[in-house]
């Protein structure tokens, strides 16, 4: 099982800042199939990428995603209030897909 | 517009059961793979269970192997989870979601149910 490992826990920023959440896998992950996705209590949890970079339907062009292999980057350019939530990425490179333990952003 | 409602939870005493529904509505329901996922107070996202679109390939997590069941009725574009002997540390709220490719991400989520299991 490739267990993933997000950073930092917390991260508290500024409306208009940029966000760099970070991802990496204990082992390559196949064909970079990496997603994210955004979470708000209550809420449904929200797609935001997949493929490690490309951008699900709806998604504004703030967020962003890289990297390949085992590292993988979350950008949110121009923090907004609504970004505030809990960020998850997940691999499903493997038969058993299993999901970061969460990245939270609040904003101040 | 895709939409997933889930349904069916609430509070069971340990060892005991509940069914889990997710009705499906504005996508082609047959068509597509369903997972269960799950999320304990405080913890991070687990999935649970998979169905493919027309039954063939179904899976689920070693931590409700042989406890949990997953199914769909097609024609009543359902989807729905069985879960027997339930312990305290099966609490939590389950969304159900698609599945686009098969074995991929999820693109579509419901709001989720919360499952409490407690004496």
């Known amino acids: 099982e490739i267990v993933l490992t997000q950073s930092p826990g917390t991260l508290s920023l500024s409306p208009g800042e940029r966000a760099t959440l970070s991802c990496r896998a204990s082992q390559s992950v196949s064909s970079d199939y990496l997603a994210w996705y955004q979470l708000k209590p209550g809420q449904a949890p929200r797609l935001l990428i997949y493929g490690a970079s490309s951008r699900a339907t709806g998604i504004p062009d703030r967020f962003s995603g890289s990297g390949s292999g085992t590292d993988f980057t979350l950008t949110i350019s121009r923090l907004e209030p609504e970004d505030s939530a809990v960020y998850y990425c997940q691999q499903y490179g493997s038969s058993a897909r299993t999901f970061g333990q969460g990245t939270k952003l609040e904003i101040k | 517009e895709v939409q997933l409602v889930e349904s069916g939870g609430g509070l069971v005493k340990p060892g005991g059961s509940l069914r889990l529904s997710c009705a499906a509505s504005?996508?082609?329901?047959?068509?597509?793979?369903m997972i269960w996922v799950r999320q304990a107070p405080g913890k991070g996202l687990e999935w649970v269970s998979s169905i493919s679109g027309t039954n063939t390939y179904i899976y689920y997590a070693n931590s409700v192997k042989g406890r949990f069941t997953i199914s769909r009725d097609n024609a009543k574009n359902s989807l729905f989870l069985q879960m027997d002997s339930l312990r305290a540390e099966d609490t939590a709220v389950y969304y159900c979601?698609?599945?686009?490719?098969?074995?991929?991400?999820?693109?579509?989520w419901g709001q989720g149910t919360l499952v409490t299991v407690s004496s």
């Open positions: 504005g996508f082609t329901f047959s068509s597509y793979s």
């Open positions: 979601a698609r599945d686009p490719h098969t074995s991929s991400y999820f693109d579509s």
